[in-house]
């Protein structure tokens, strides 16, 4: 009898713990009171560590603090790279990932995205007056980074080049600088953003045809449509109500040095 | 925990070719970078007994400085910091070549040799030292005492922890995948990030490397019994 009693209870208690484990995201963040999310921390100026303040800033931050404010919980940067944002957005490490990534339907197999939050294509970054388009690339070596969209990409649309990727863009950029690699690709809004974080911007361009296009989504976990939803709400709120011109203006508008003219509309569902 | 196995994905086609390629770089860059070590390891190590004091000097500022950096900041280095270093001339050619490669063969040079270096000190201290004066009363150069004498006694009692060092070099070459050679953990990486099946393709590289280490382990053995201890200087 007393064994019976003991299993029931444990019975009971797994079924709790397996009742909490499905309330669902939103209901976590709120009961934990942050919002943990995956940040880039080295890319100028989707996210990166401000020299002055040391904290880690930038467009997708903002982004995740408007969200998390919505969700009147607090905010938790956690840097991210290419290749540890999926992984640690699997284990429920991070919450949600704003890490330059592309919305690719492969990705889809095993998170999920939020709609598109800012759209970009596919470039090469080179020394002024050297490479001029994907043509030119045959035979040398461009530079890319692990796990990122860019790497496949160009080497479906340039077989002949040899890709050497590293870890981070900065680094890529570096090999660039010392003339390791020819080019760098990735999409333009990081190429402009290590273009400028040279101390002579004019020795580099940005050229070629468009890759291939880029939509950046938010990373969620696989499987939760409740908190999809929110997200996906609260960015076209965002949108709607003008803060997010406000925020893209901050990063990318004309008295920046990233400047990107804003020609895009945001995906609204009446 | 709804994660789909999928072995057949990882090992066969084109993601299983890419393994066979890293473990073909791997393969290179550590043979190519115990036969350097074992080399520069020696150098060093004579240097160090020759009683000169500014050779002895610079062989153990050799060994402190590679054996006290961090292997990642050795590769960076040689990759990233020794460019201002190289002429201009020099630098244009160089880097048309496989610079990364080369890098990478170059750090774990030095760093393992800084390591093989102490060991073959040890081992030639355990040599009586009646055997290197006894050698050079009989007429033997320094160096050729070394050669016929000292050095082939030191080889075999070092033997067990020579293999280690290699075992290490074999493991630490998966850190020049931080400069983008194509070696094994590179490729496994790479396979985990464009088919997001990473637990199969890092269990793949796992038994690889320890496949790799077995049979470096069990040949340096089998040599060792077989053919050094039976040799009669």
């Known amino acids: 009898m007393r064994k019976l009693s003991l299993l029931l209870i444990v019975s009971l208690l797994l079924s709790l713990g397996a009742g909490v484990a499905q309330a669902g995201k939103i209901?976590?963040?709120?009961?934990?009171?942050?919002?943990?999310?995956?940040?880039?921390?080295?890319?100028?100026?989707?996210?990166?560590?401000?020299?002055?303040?040391?904290?880690?800033?930038?467009?997708?931050?903002?982004?995740?603090?408007?969200?998390?404010?919505?969700?009147?919980?607090?905010?938790?940067?956690?840097?991210?790279?290419?290749?540890?944002?999926?992984?640690?957005?699997?284990?429920g490490s991070v919450d949600l990932v704003a890490a330059t990534m592309t919305h690719k339907l492969e990705r889809d197999d095993v998170i999920d995205f939020s709609i598109t939050y800012f759209p970009a294509v596919q470039k090469l970054l080179v020394k002024k007056g050297t490479v001029k388009a994907l043509a030119d690339l045959a035979g040398k070596k461009v530079g890319s980074v692990k796990g990122s969209t860019s790497e496949k990409n160009v080497k479906t649309a340039q077989p002949a080049c040899e890709v050497v990727s590293f870890?981070?863009?900065?680094?890529?950029?570096?090999?660039?600088?010392?003339?390791?690699?020819?080019?760098?690709?990735?999409?333009?809004?990081?190429l402009v953003?290590?273009?400028?974080?040279d101390e002579n911007p004019d020795n580099w361009?940005?050229?070629?045809?468009?890759?291939?296009?880029?939509?950046?989504?938010?990373?969620?976990?696989?499987?939760?449509?409740?908190?999809?939803?929110?997200?996906?709400?609260?960015?076209?709120?965002?949108?709607?109500?003008?803060?997010?011109?406000?925020?893209?203006?901050?990063?990318?508008?004309?008295?920046?040095?990233?400047?990107?003219?804003?020609e895009w509309k945001m995906e609204i569902w009446p | 925990m709804n994660y789909q196995f999928n072995w057949k994905l990882v090992l066969t086609g084109e993601y299983g070719q890419w393994l066979l390629d890293g473990l073909s770089v791997t393969l290179q860059i550590s043979a190519m970078s115990i036969v350097f070590s074992l080399l520069l390891g020696t150098i060093v190590t004579v240097l160090r007994l020759t009683r000169v004091k500014p050779l002895e000097w610079l062989s153990l500022a050799y060994t402190e400085f590679f054996r006290n950096t961090p292997l990642v900041v050795q590769i960076f280095f040689w990759y990233f910091?020794?460019?201002?270093?190289?002429?201009?001339?020099?630098?244009?050619?160089?880097?048309?070549?496989?610079?990364?490669?080369?890098?990478?063969?170059?750090?774990?040079?030095?760093?393992?040799?800084?390591?093989?270096?102490?060991?073959?000190?040890?081992?030639?201290?355990?040599?009586?030292?009646?055997?290197?004066e006894a050698s050079r009363a009989s007429g033997l150069s320094f160096l050729q005492a070394m050669g016929y004498v000292i050095l082939p006694q030191a080889f075999r009692i070092i033997v067990p922890p020579l293999i280690s060092q290699f075992l290490n070099l074999i493991k630490n070459s998966s850190m020049v995948m931080t400069i983008g050679v194509a070696e094994l953990t590179y490729m496994a990486r790479q396979i985990e990030a464009h088919t997001f099946h990473g637990f199969e393709?890092?269990?793949?590289?796992?038994?690889?490397?320890?496949?790799?280490?077995?049979?470096?382990?069990?040949?340096?053995?089998?040599?060792?019994?077989?053919?050094?201890?039976?040799?009669?200087?």
């Open chain 1, 27 to 91: 209901d976590d963040i709120k009961a934990r009171g942050t919002l943990v999310c995956g940040v880039k921390d080295s890319q100028v100026p989707f996210g990166y560590v401000d020299e002055q303040t040391k904290q880690i800033v930038g467009f997708e931050p903002d982004i995740c603090a408007y969200i998390a404010g919505k969700l009147g919980v607090k905010i938790e940067l956690k840097p991210v790279t290419s290749s540890t944002r999926i992984p640690l957005l699997q284990q």
């Open chain 1, 167 to 190: 870890e981070t863009y900065p680094e890529a950029f570096l090999a660039l600088k010392q003339g390791k690699v020819v080019a760098v690709t990735t999409d333009a809004p990081i």
């Open chain 1, 193 to 197: 953003g290590l273009k400028y974080s």
């Open chain 1, 205 to 262: 361009e940005i050229v070629g045809e468009d890759i291939a296009a880029e939509p950046y989504g938010l990373g969620l976990a696989e499987n939760d449509s409740d908190y999809r939803d929110f997200i996906n709400k609260t960015l076209m709120e965002m949108w709607n109500s003008g803060d997010y011109k406000k925020l893209y203006d901050k990063w990318f508008g004309p008295n920046t040095k990233f400047y990107i003219p804003l």
């Open chain 2, 81 to 132: 910091g020794s460019d201002p270093f190289l002429p201009g001339f020099f630098k244009e050619w160089l880097y048309q070549q496989n610079i990364e490669f080369a890098a990478g063969v170059i750090a774990l040079t030095v760093y393992t040799s800084a390591f093989i270096a102490e060991e073959i000190r040890a081992g030639i201290l355990s040599i009586p030292k009646t055997q290197l």
């Open chain 2, 201 to 233: 393709a890092f269990t793949a590289s796992t038994v690889i490397y320890i496949c790799i280490s077995l049979v470096v382990s069990f040949a340096i053995t089998l040599y060792d019994k077989h053919f050094l201890r039976r040799v009669r200087y």
